[in-house]
């Protein structure tokens, strides 16, 4: 375990699904965070659309709504009808908002996603899932603090964030009092002689899903 006020020594690269490079910034502060549980240590990585991702989400958004519009009117019609640019506006303000709801951190010893944070090093369960379109990370931690679906895409876009959130992982796992099944031991690629052995069927119904 790194030390909770420092981060060192930083753990070993973790194997990851989604290879992101988009690491902490040192030039600049983020933007409103939420609170972080500061009684586990200090936030060491965090991640944060800029700006620019903003707007950039926001126009794309605006231009799918225009081409869609625009398809299915047969032309431009539909210029001269405010309602269809009160739809547009607004599809645009809901991207730009959510765009920069996607926040993530970890200290040493915590994680968090939006709001929500757990305790890495004493996770109680752990599950891969969809969500929708996303791939996905369900955790809980002894205290009750629950991520209900945390984007892999996300979780692993810093690696150096991933590093510390996958070193948690393996000792909650290792602690045998952690909840993960054979699937989500495969995708996240922790051994099945850490911590307690999965049933038979367990391992059965994960051949299964990667066939």
């Known amino acids: 375990m790194p030390d909770p006020i420092t981060g060192e020594p930083r753990p070993p690269r973790a194997p990851r699904i989604y290879h992101g490079t988009e690491y902490t910034p040192l030039d600049r502060n983020p933007r409103n965070p939420p609170d972080a549980p500061e009684h586990l240590g200090p936030t060491l990585e965090w991640l944060q659309p800029t700006i620019r991702d903003k707007y950039t989400s926001a126009i794309l958004m605006l231009g799918i709504a225009v081409v869609f519009a625009t398809i299915s009117n047969g032309g431009l019609r539909w210029i001269h009808w405010w309602g269809m640019w009160l739809i547009i506006a607004v599809g645009g303000w809901m991207m730009f908002r959510a765009v920069g709801n996607h926040w993530s951190a970890a200290g040493a010893t915590w994680v968090q996603w939006r709001s929500s944070w757990v305790d890495t090093y004493r996770l109680t369960r752990i599950r891969f899932s969809a969500d929708g379109y996303n791939r996905v990370l369900r955790l809980k931690d002894a205290h009750g603090n629950e991520i209900h679906s945390f984007k892999i895409s996300d979780i692993q876009g810093n690696p150096d964030l991933w590093d510390l959130v996958y070193n948690g992982i393996l000792h ?11 699937k989500t031991r495969h995708i996240l690629k922790i051994p099945y002689e850490l911590g307690p052995r999965p049933t038979r069927s367990e391992r059965t119904r994960g051949r299964r899903r990667r066939w």
């Open 172 to 182: 909650s796992v290792a602690s045998g009092n952690c909840d993960i099944d054979a």
